[in-house]
């Protein structure tokens, strides 16, 4: 690949949203922070409540509306 190609390139949010899943960036919904431990297949991802430890699984259309926040640490 072309660097600069690549470069000019976007992610699709899809793409955006598993990218903050495998870094391990904890999201905010609500109250509960999520912390990602993995996916399951490519289209979910395991979660870690803070509050109590349980464990959470969402697609990644169930991300989407939150990818703006996550992205920059809300």
């Known amino acids: 690949w072309d660097q600069a190609l690549a470069a000019s390139l976007t992610r699709s949010r899809y793409e955006r949203a598993l990218i903050r899943a495998l870094s391990g960036a904890p999201l905010r919904i609500g109250r509960d922070v999520l912390t990602p431990l993995g996916t ?9 409540r803070q509050a109590d ?18 992205e920059h640490g809300a």
């Open 53 to 70: 430890g349980t464990r959470q699984t969402m697609t990644l259309d169930a991300l989407l509306p939150h990818l703006d926040a996550w």
């Open 40 to 48: 399951r297949g490519w289209s979910q991802v395991i979660f870690r």
